[in-house]
């Protein structure tokens, strides 16, 4: 195990409840809560966080980074380190592309911002390969794989995903077998740097202006679809190694040999966040994966994963996974939104590489179509094969209450975040008009303007990705983290729009108007991520929905906001609506938008009987994409052939999402 440098000291136990109660009275509905003793228990502080928001505030974060030490940001050139991304973060200048004739980075680039959080999730996978192919001392180092690897490029790319993807029919030797730990003990050092960079990033004075977690990304790529995971850990005490995909290929896998390494009575705690679904071919969010057919399995599986995955990335840089319009036996009205930077289109051709069993590759057709019912497509990296209900986090959470009805339990109970997945070390790089790519392919408007050279979701398929959000007492690692495992938690599509939802039985009409309003709504209802109890009688439930726009001066205004409902009928079937509960819900011409917007909302189609969900999408005012910013440096005459393209060279809605809010029955 590491452990953090700093020795633990319990802060006061004060309910949230005990300090709404001596501060309500005197709030308005903008000022902040005065500083109290923090209701936060820590697992490894020394201080005290000074600046304290009993009904908590929103900060800002990414929890999906990559820097050199990940195989393919390290084959695209790359060089910044887990280091330079936490200063990055915090607002430092640090390198970036272009590599000058001796491959070395001569470019500068920083954030317009700093974010308060941030977690680096360099791929496990490849690790130790990296350490023993990049040290010259290492026995391995003049192998024909570590060759390949330094050389960089898409040799280096292919190498390492075919192993992700054909797992033991890949054509590329592995650098370590499987009775040589050489690769597992090789990854222990750079772990150490990693986990050594945000023990020094992460601010342990009573200040708490930034926090810093120890994270990697487990990178499951079976049948080239998504499977990947961020694993987050709590603190400083960490496992010597991460596990990998290769040791723990499937979700339960993982939580189990996490579970051995990274134990309560060590002071270990971890939670994992499955990302970018929209590219899961049906994988990703699904249940039950491999298991035996018993309750027994199910039961242990739900436990698990409501313990250890409370979270799932909504937005990235590769897409879109809220909703997509048309998939099977979902009813419900269609939503244009869904169509923000959505990668996957149905009907659109594509070839996945097949591999026999003799090593011979070929090439198969597989357009993206709707998977049939219980099939696993391939190819979803690419944006082939089939796509389902499961790949999007509302038809998914649908998926949840499904198993509710018919188990009692809910898998797949999840909040959002979103973030980048930048391979570039730039943590919170999200703003559309100053975008300079995630990938090395895209720090230029020619590359950003091209095709996909690897995985369909870059270049012009791709955006800035988002940021993950949290609401939280005060900026530390201990309250951002139980904030994720409650699901106080939202993402949006790169602006810092602060969502907020609240579900009571009794909220008063007139609650965005009352002084105390927060405190209130915590008071008498439950905040997202929550479960809302069961009434003594028939009733509906009534929302506070609230958000306010992105504060900075080049920011857009809100639109509007809208509840999204899921819910599953007394025959079984899934259904959503997209209800409109503020803003300007079809503005004319060009309105000015809103700096706030807030609203009590009581369900009209509420059935006691129904297990029900429901969410808050804030929508901005229409505004640039990246690739219009991009076409318009150009001079008429000069400009991409792409740039004709409507979807290209258009506009945006940001949006924010929060966590849901569960209603079952008895």
């Given at each position: 195990?590491?452990?953090?440098?700093?020795?633990?000291?319990?802060?006061?136990?004060?309910?949230?409840?005990?300090?709404?109660?001596?501060?309500?009275?005197?709030?308005?509905?903008?000022?902040?809560?005065?500083?109290?003793?923090?209701?936060?228990?820590?697992?490894?502080?020394?201080?005290?966080?000074?600046?304290?928001?009993?009904?908590?505030?929103?900060?800002?974060?990414?929890?999906?980074?990559?820097?050199?030490?990940?195989?393919?940001?390290?084959?695209?050139?790359?060089?910044?380190?887990?280091?330079?991304?936490?200063?990055?973060?915090?607002?430092?200048?640090?390198?970036?592309?272009?590599?000058?004739?001796?491959?070395?980075?001569?470019?500068?680039?920083?954030?317009?911002?700093?974010?308060?959080?941030?977690?680096?999730?360099?791929?496990?996978?490849?690790?130790?390969?990296?350490?023993?192919?990049?040290?010259?001392?290492?026995?391995?180092?003049?192998?024909?794989?570590?060759?390949?690897?330094?050389?960089?490029?898409?040799?280096?790319?292919?190498?390492?995903?075919?192993?992700?993807?054909?797992?033991?029919?890949?054509?590329?030797?592995?650098?370590?077998?499987?009775?040589?730990?050489?690769?597992?003990?090789?990854?222990?050092?750079?772990?150490?740097?990693?986990?050594?960079?945000?023990?020094?990033?992460?601010?342990?004075?009573?200040?708490?202006?930034?926090?810093?977690?120890?994270?990697?990304?487990?990178?499951?790529?079976?049948?080239?679809?998504?499977?990947?995971?961020?694993?987050?850990?709590?603190?400083?005490?960490?496992?010597?190694?991460?596990?990998?995909?290769?040791?723990?290929?499937?979700?339960?896998?993982?939580?189990?040999?996490?579970?051995?390494?990274?134990?309560?009575?060590?002071?270990?705690?971890?939670?994992?966040?499955?990302?970018?679904?929209?590219?899961?071919?049906?994988?990703?969010?699904?249940?039950?994966?491999?298991?035996?057919?018993?309750?027994?399995?199910?039961?242990?599986?739900?436990?698990?994963?409501?313990?250890?995955?409370?979270?799932?990335?909504?937005?990235?840089?590769?897409?879109?996974?809220?909703?997509?319009?048309?998939?099977?036996?979902?009813?419900?009205?269609?939503?244009?939104?869904?169509?923000?930077?959505?990668?996957?289109?149905?009907?659109?051709?594509?070839?996945?590489?097949?591999?026999?069993?003799?090593?011979?590759?070929?090439?198969?057709?597989?357009?993206?179509?709707?998977?049939?019912?219980?099939?696993?497509?391939?190819?979803?990296?690419?944006?082939?094969?089939?796509?389902?209900?499961?790949?999007?986090?509302?038809?998914?959470?649908?998926?949840?209450?499904?198993?509710?009805?018919?188990?009692?339990?809910?898998?797949?109970?999840?909040?959002?975040?979103?973030?980048?997945?930048?391979?570039?070390?730039?943590?919170?790089?999200?703003?559309?008009?100053?975008?300079?790519?995630?990938?090395?392919?895209?720090?230029?408007?020619?590359?950003?303007?091209?095709?996909?050279?690897?995985?369909?979701?870059?270049?012009?398929?791709?955006?800035?990705?988002?940021?993950?959000?949290?609401?939280?007492?005060?900026?530390?690692?201990?309250?951002?983290?139980?904030?994720?495992k409650r699901r106080e938690t939202f993402g949006t599509s790169g602006p810092r729009i602060q969502p907020r939802l609240f579900a009571s039985w009794s909220y008063p009409e007139n609650l965005c108007s009352q002084p105390n309003m927060i405190a209130t709504a915590y008071?008498?209802?439950?905040?997202?991520?929550?479960?809302?109890?069961?009434?003594?009688?028939?009733?509906?439930?009534?929302?506070?929905?609230?958000?306010?726009?992105?504060?900075?001066?080049?920011?857009?205004?809100?639109?509007?906001?809208?509840?999204?409902?899921?819910?599953?009928?007394?025959?079984?079937?899934?259904?959503?609506?997209?209800?409109?509960?503020?803003?300007?819900?079809?503005?004319?011409?060009?309105?000015?938008?809103?700096?706030?917007?807030?609203?009590?909302?009581?369900?009209?189609?509420?059935?006691?009987?129904?297990?029900?969900?429901?969410?808050?999408?804030?929508?901005?005012?229409?505004?640039?994409?990246?690739?219009?910013?991009?076409?318009?440096?150009?001079?008429?005459?000069?400009?991409?052939?792409?740039?004709?393209?409507?979807?290209?060279?258009?506009?945006?809605?940001?949006?924010?999402?929060?966590?849901?809010?569960?209603?079952?029955?008895?």
């Amino acid at each position: 195990m590491t452990r953090p440098k700093s020795s633990g000291m319990k802060s006061p136990q004060w309910s949230l409840l005990a300090v709404l109660l001596l501060t309500a009275c005197d709030q308005g509905p903008d000022a902040p809560e005065p500083g109290a003793n923090p209701a936060q228990p820590y697992s490894s502080r020394a201080k005290v966080c000074i600046n304290q928001t009993p009904t908590r505030r929103a900060l800002f974060g990414d929890l999906h980074v990559h820097t050199t030490y990940s195989f393919d940001a390290y084959a695209y050139g790359i060089q910044t380190t887990p280091a330079d991304a936490y200063r990055y973060a915090k607002g430092e200048t640090i390198d970036f592309l272009p590599l000058d004739d001796d491959g070395k980075m001569t470019g500068s680039i920083k954030i317009d911002r700093p974010l308060d959080f941030l977690a680096v999730t360099d791929h496990a996978e490849f690790l130790g390969e990296w350490q023993l192919c990049t040290d010259a001392s290492s026995d391995r180092f003049n192998t024909d794989f570590c060759g390949t690897y330094r050389r960089g490029g898409r040799d280096a790319i292919y190498m390492a995903g075919a192993r992700l993807s054909l797992g033991s029919l890949s054509p590329f030797a592995p650098l370590c077998d499987a009775n040589d730990d050489a690769c597992g003990k090789a990854s222990e050092t750079p772990w150490e740097r990693i986990v050594e960079a945000a023990e020094q990033a992460n601010d342990d004075t009573e200040a708490c202006t930034f926090t810093a977690f120890v994270g990697y990304e487990h990178t499951g790529s079976p049948a080239s679809s998504n499977y990947h995971r961020n694993v987050i850990f709590r603190n400083g005490v960490v496992p010597s190694r991460p596990i990998d995909y290769f040791e723990a290929p499937r979700d339960y896998q993982l939580w189990a040999a996490l579970d051995r390494v990274c134990t309560d009575d060590s002071g270990c705690e971890y939670l994992t966040i499955p990302h970018n679904s929209n590219l899961s071919n049906g994988r990703l969010l699904v249940p039950y994966i491999g298991l035996p057919d018993t309750d027994e399995a199910r039961e242990n599986y739900t436990l698990t994963r409501l313990a250890r995955e409370p979270l799932m990335e909504v937005f990235q840089h590769k897409g879109n996974s809220e909703c997509a319009n048309g998939l099977p036996n979902i009813l419900g009205e269609p939503d244009e939104l869904c169509e923000m930077e959505q990668i996957r289109r149905i009907g659109k051709p594509g070839k996945i590489p097949q591999l026999s069993d003799t090593k011979i590759l070929s090439f198969i057709d597989n357009p993206t179509r709707f998977c049939q019912a219980g099939e696993f497509g391939i190819g979803g990296m690419q944006g082939n094969g089939c796509m389902a209900a499961a790949d999007f986090y509302r038809t998914g959470l649908l998926l949840g209450l499904s198993e509710w009805q018919a188990t009692g339990m809910n898998p797949v109970k999840l909040g959002a975040i979103a973030s980048t997945d930048t391979h570039m070390s730039t943590a919170g790089a999200a703003r559309e008009d100053t975008w300079r790519g995630h990938t090395n392919t895209e720090w230029n408007r020619d590359g950003r303007l091209s095709e996909a050279t690897t995985v369909v979701a870059n270049n012009r398929e791709g955006n800035p990705g988002g940021l993950a959000g949290v609401w939280v007492t005060e900026n530390s690692r201990d309250a951002i983290f139980d904030a994720m495992k409650r699901r106080e938690t939202f993402g949006t599509s790169g602006p810092r729009i602060q969502p907020r939802l609240f579900a009571s039985w009794s909220y008063p009409e007139n609650l965005c108007s009352q002084p105390n309003m927060i405190a209130t709504a915590y008071l008498q209802g439950v905040p997202i991520g929550a479960d809302l109890p069961v009434p003594a009688q028939e009733q509906a439930p009534k929302f506070l929905a609230l958000a306010r726009a992105d504060p900075a001066d080049f920011a857009t205004p809100l639109q509007k906001l809208q509840i999204i409902k899921g819910w599953i009928d007394a025959e079984g079937r899934q259904h959503y609506r997209v209800f409109h509960v503020a803003g300007d819900e079809e503005p004319e011409g060009t309105a000015a938008g809103h700096q706030r917007l807030c609203a009590v909302f009581e369900d009209p189609t509420f059935d006691l009987a129904e297990p029900s969900y429901y969410y808050l999408r804030a929508v901005e005012n229409p505004s640039p994409r990246w690739s219009l910013v991009d076409c318009l440096s150009y001079a008429p005459d000069a400009r991409p052939e792409i740039c004709k393209d409507e979807r290209i060279a258009g506009t945006i809605q940001e949006q924010a999402w929060t966590s849901p809010i569960w209603y079952s029955p008895e």
